[in-house]
């Protein structure tokens, strides 16, 4: 019923009210909440947003979702902080080590 990737129409909007069809965009949001929310949580938010980016894929496929920019930044930000997150890590083991542990 949607292409992926174009603004919806009135003519979409009024078709969607009608029939009871909406875009199924939870997981498109929820992957670019998530890539932001790993700047300051580090890996498990990173990686639940890379998850949920990743399966709104097919959904934008095949049209049942509409908003492919949220969810490609939302992989690409959960992406980021997730070697941000692994560089600070490694940071602080090899500083650790450095210092002999004291």
């Avoid at 890379?50 to 492919?68: H, V």
């Amino acid at each position: 019923m949607y292409s992926s990737g174009e603004p919806v129409t009135r003519q979409q909007s009024e078709r969607s009210a009608a029939t009871g069809y909406y875009p199924k965009n939870g997981f498109g949001v929820a992957s670019l909440a998530l890539g932001l929310l790993g700047f300051m949580f580090g890996f498990p938010a990173s990686v639940a947003g890379m998850i949920f980016g990743f399966c709104n894929l097919p959904r934008l496929r095949t049209g049942e979702a509409t908003n492919r920019a949220t969810t490609y930044w939302g992989i690409a930000l959960s992406a980021v902080s997730f070697l941000l997150a692994a560089l600070l890590l490694l940071i602080l083991i090899v500083g650790a080590a450095a210092s002999g542990g004291h």
